[in-house]
């Protein structure tokens, strides 16, 4: 072959070699551009995900993420490629994503779990995780692709839907419950108010028949018309009372009450019950003396809009009472005359008394002076000359006890008429007790029982007769010593709001309850410590309330049964 056909040939092969080479770099240099292009392109769509994404290696180390991953993170692309989780996040965490990255790696296929993401902030998010594996160009398995959807507002949403179907569900269930438990009430209610209803028609008419079995008239009046709504038997007396005027149906008259006082007007007026009484005429003309209770009834709104009367006859208790009126006025004529008589024969016994009195003591002293002597030696003349001294005795006493009774009455008499004359003064407290205790020394020569003395200091001068309330001290205290077997006796005085307070206390047997206001009462007696008889008069008491009256006080007793009685009276301070 010739030389330069070789040449030829081998210029074209190189020149071929070389055209080759050229279309295979610019092939090439094409195919890296249009990869760049595509991956930035990839990159750009990957960036533009919401969902933070990202890319791993075998090694479980990044290879890549998007924005949102980034921005979650809050890392930038150079923090995180050729980082793995336990550069990025809580060791807590680190583990679960490793755990999962191994068991994708080993089963393959496709991964979905929710777990907790710790952001850029520092709070941690529900998240969840999509994971899948990629392949190499030889299609070999070259690492996993993630997909994270944050999923804290859903569940919290879902938190709240839970709640709220639980609620709803306990709601429906107490709903279920009250329902059932309105419709067990609605049965039972329904089955009371048949009952009921039977129990009212058998009340109204055993009410009906209340209403006309009472012997008095009962009508129900309506307030703007005065016709009768209900009347029994005793106030119709077997009328209609249909639209019948109250005055109509009652007195046959067209007028209400004519000239007595309407009871119907009076409630009206005053939206009150009313009592009235006047005379009736009655449908036969006759009359009658009645008493009406009329009584408002009211609406729900407060309207009066009826009344009920009570109408009853008291002919008969006006008869009985002016009977009694005339009784009293006859007892009280016979009092009078009673109390004037005695005033008579208190006076008229007085001087006959005196001079019984007067000679018992004489024919007592002369027995023995002048007997007594003769029957020394004799037994049987001494022993009636004993006997007579002691009947003398007894005739003494009841002289005295007679006229200590005369002279109480005609006291009290005077008391009571007002037929005192009262000697007013000033009056040293502390003084009217010592003359009391003066004046009742003698009472207390018993060493069982001793008179005390309680004075308050600096205690004002008062005005009143101190004679007559000598009297009440003495009384008292005599009666003290009466009734206490042993102990105190203790008169004092006290200052009291605007006034005084004087107290005689003993420690003796007491004074029941049921008779504090009955020893005040004319001839009210207790019985003594000794004889277990009454023992005075039964009108020092008296006699003390109405001295402490005049003085413009009151008197009174503080006691019970075996705890000692405490008697006080006070007085103003004028």
Request: net charge negative.
């Amino acid at each position: 072959m010739d030389h330069s056909i070789v040449f030829d040939f081998f210029l074209l092969g190189f020149a071929v070699v070389i055209t080759f080479f050229v279309v295979s770099f610019i092939r090439r240099r094409e195919d890296e551009r249009r990869q760049r292009a595509k991956n930035l392109f990839l990159q750009t769509l990957i960036d533009n995900i919401p969902s933070p994404v990202f890319y791993k290696d075998m090694e479980g180390k990044y290879l890549g993420c998007n924005k949102a991953f980034r921005v979650m993170l809050g890392l930038e692309t150079s923090e995180i490629v050729g980082k793995t989780v336990f550069d990025l996040a809580p060791r807590e965490l680190a583990r679960v994503y490793k755990k999962a990255d191994d068991e994708l790696f080993a089963v393959g296929g496709e991964q979905r779990y929710e777990t907790q993401l710790k952001s850029a902030d520092g709070t941690l998010h529900e998240v969840f995780f999509t994971k899948s594996l990629f392949q190499d160009a030889a299609g070999n398995t070259a690492g996993l692709l993630g997909v994270m959807l944050d999923i804290t507002d859903r569940k919290r949403v879902e938190e709240a839907l839970r709640l709220a179907h639980d609620e709803l569900e306990q709601r429906v269930e107490e709903r279920t419950a009250e329902l059932a438990a309105t419709n067990l009430f609605l049965e039972r209610e329904i089955k009371e108010r048949i009952k009921a209803e039977k129990e009212s028609r058998a009340k109204s008419d055993f009410l009906n028949s209340v209403i006309n079995s009472i012997n008095h008239g009962l009508v129900v009046i309506d307030i703007e018309d005065y016709t009768v709504k209900l009347a029994n038997s005793a106030a119709s007396e077997g009328r209609l009372v249909e639209d019948v005027c109250c005055h109509k149906l009652l007195h046959d008259s067209d007028m209400p009450c004519g000239e007595n006082i309407c009871p119907v007007h009076v409630v009206k007026k005053t939206k009150k019950p009313a009592v009235v009484q006047h005379d009736h005429i009655n449908p036969d003309g006759s009359v009658s003396y009645v008493e009406i209770h009329a009584y408002p009834v009211f609406d729900e709104d407060g309207k009066l809009i009826q009344i009920i009367e009570n109408i009853m006859d008291i002919t008969s208790r006006k008869r009985a009472e002016q009977a009694m009126l005339e009784a009293k006025e006859m007892a009280e004529t016979t009092s009078r005359l009673m109390s004037e008589f005695l005033d008579m024969v208190s006076h008229e016994l007085r001087t006959p008394m005196t001079s019984v009195q007067g000679f018992a003591k004489l024919i007592d002293k002369t027995v023995g002076n002048h007997f007594e002597p003769l029957a020394e030696g004799d037994v049987r003349l001494a022993k009636q000359v004993g006997r007579i001294r002691g009947n003398l005795g007894i005739i003494i006493s009841e002289s005295d006890r007679l006229t200590e009774l005369i002279n109480d009455h005609l006291d009290l008499s005077k008391l009571e008429s007002g037929r005192v004359e009262w000697r007013n003064e000033k009056i040293l407290p502390q003084e009217l007790v010592e003359r009391a205790r003066a004046a009742t020394h003698s009472l207390f020569h018993d060493d069982a029982v001793d008179l005390m003395v309680e004075v308050e200091k600096g205690l004002p001068q008062f005005n009143g007769d101190s004679d007559r309330l000598l009297q009440v001290l003495i009384n008292l205290i005599s009666n003290a010593v009466k009734f206490t077997p042993e102990g105190d006796v203790t008169c004092g005085v006290t200052r009291r709001d605007n006034g005084l307070l004087f107290c005689v206390a003993d420690t003796g047997i007491g004074v029941p309850e049921d008779q504090h206001e009955l020893i005040f009462s004319k001839f009210s007696q207790l019985q003594t410590r000794k004889s277990g008889k009454p023992s005075g008069t039964g009108l020092g008491l008296p006699i003390s309330r109405e001295i402490i009256s005049h003085h413009g006080g009151e008197i009174w007793v503080e006691s019970q049964p075996g705890h000692g009685s405490r008697f006080c009276f006070s007085v103003p301070i004028k």
